[in-house]
């Protein structure tokens, strides 16, 4: 055997060591992040029950019972949210499923407690016993789990969804029927002006749009058309749902519409805020489109040439506006409530995104209690941090430059500010 064959089992025993070494606390941690992800899904439940079991006391008695119960919930898990800067719907969503686990699925719990399985298997079975009638769940629980603690999240996914179908009592025709109701369209801002659509629709429907762009971006290509096949189906999705373009239409006129001719036909209604010298053309600072974030100021512009319904605000302030009415009137007059939302953007509870122009304009100090109406006193609240700020146990103080500190019924103290202008 010759030196350098020596030298290179040995150089690959000391390999092989050091890596059992990082397996071994790889392994390791993962175990104690499972156990970790128990003691969350423990709390999250616990806390659940405290919100139900305290409703009546701690929610004013004008609502109704179940209402009661529902905001309860929602303040404890606000609270939870603001003491973790985590937006409130997710910690919302946690505790529904810690429910179901500590609740429906103990068996489950006490593998993730063991570190048999980790919390993505956790949640991948609690998403299917979600849809399980309670008369199968048992049946159900005894043949995931098993898989669960043998296979990876990806793989019990597929495994779990074909179980659930199994065992499922209902036909699959009414379960087809009652998601359907489900059905939805959700916008996601990306980076750099981009963003996703997502349509949530049936399976046929969803294939039939596939089909037909891709059917398009076929054409076009055979054209010659120098685009890449994703960007022609992006691109043809856009002409088929502002234009009407059809897979017909591309064989008859075969280039499909470029994004920015497409755009045209977009008749929004926008506020952007455009910084003045952008606006004036010696800057290529971002505007900021309402609902999305920083877009390029060429696309701004040709946005707003379409725009029925256009609100241009200059970063620097213009003069007129009223910012205060004083005692003299509750109403918010309309140039104020464009001040008071340009200033806060979103809800000013810790952690909500609304948008400020679908939120509440809030007296912080109440009308009845001498509030008066200007920009100083109002801030932007969403429906229901509104009615939440009026439980007992929560207080919020309006500062000077629209600074808000609210108290949460734990007694913790939270700050929000309003964003400066961007650029």
């Not at 004013?60 to 973790?84: G, H, K, N, V």
């Not at 963003?195 to 049936?202: E, P, Q």
């Not at 429907?205 to 059917?215: K, Y």
């Not at 006193?377 to 439980?391: E, G, P, S, V, Y």
Request: charged fraction near 25%.
């Amino acid at each position: 055997m010759t030196e350098t064959t020596l030298t290179a089992i040995r150089v690959g025993d000391e390999y092989a060591a050091q890596l059992a070494e990082f397996s071994d606390e790889w392994a390791e941690l993962h175990r104690q992040q499972a156990v970790l992800d128990a003691r969350k899904a423990r709390l999250l439940a616990r806390s659940a029950a405290y919100a139900d079991a305290f409703a009546d006391a701690t929610v004013p008695a004008i609502f109704p019972p179940a209402e009661r119960q529902a905001l309860s919930r929602r303040s404890t898990c606000a609270a939870l949210a603001m003491a973790t800067r985590t937006p409130e719907r997710t910690v919302q969503r946690a505790t529904n499923d810690a429910e179901r686990l500590v609740n429906e699925a103990p068996a489950v719990l006490a593998s993730l407690e063991a570190g048999r399985i980790s919390a993505w298997h956790a949640q991948v079975i609690t998403d299917q016993l979600g849809d399980v009638p309670t008369a199968g769940r048992a049946a159900f629980l005894d043949q995931v789990l098993p898989e669960a603690e043998r296979m990876t999240a990806a793989g019990l996914k597929s495994r779990a969804r074909v179980l659930r179908e199994r065992l499922h009592p209902e036909s699959i025709t009414t379960r087809a029927v009652r998601s359907e109701a489900d059905r939805r369209v959700e916008f996601e801002p990306a980076a750099d002006g981009m963003a996703w659509v997502h349509l949530f629709t049936t399976a046929q429907i969803a294939q039939g749009l596939v089909e037909r762009v891709e059917a398009a971006a076929a054409e076009s290509r055979a054209t010659g058309d120098t685009r890449t096949c994703a960007q022609l189906q992006a691109d043809a999705l856009a002409a088929l749902a502002l234009t009407g373009v059809t897979p017909e239409d591309v064989m008859s006129s075969p280039v499909l519409p470029h994004p920015i001719e497409v755009q045209e036909h977009i008749k929004p209604t926008v506020q952007i805020t455009v910084p003045a010298l952008s606006m004036a053309g010696v800057s290529d600072a971002p505007a900021m489109l309402d609902g999305y974030g920083p877009i390029d100021p060429e696309t701004a512009a040709r946005i707003a040439v379409n725009a029925p319904s256009f609100t241009r605000i200059l970063v620097q302030p213009e003069t007129g506006a009223v910012l205060s009415v004083g005692r003299n009137q509750y109403r918010v007059p309309a140039d104020l409530q464009r001040a008071v939302r340009l200033r806060d953007g979103t809800c000013r509870a810790p952690g909500c995104g609304r948008r400020a122009r679908a939120c509440d304009l809030d007296h912080s100090v109440a009308w009845e209690d001498g509030g008066t109406t200007d920009v100083g006193n109002l801030a932007c609240l969403c429906r229901h941090h509104h009615r939440m700020k009026h439980l007992p146990g929560w207080n919020l103080d309006h500062g000077p430059g629209g600074v808000l500190d609210w108290t949460t019924p734990d007694g913790k103290h939270h700050r929000t500010e309003p964003d400066p202008a961007p650029f």
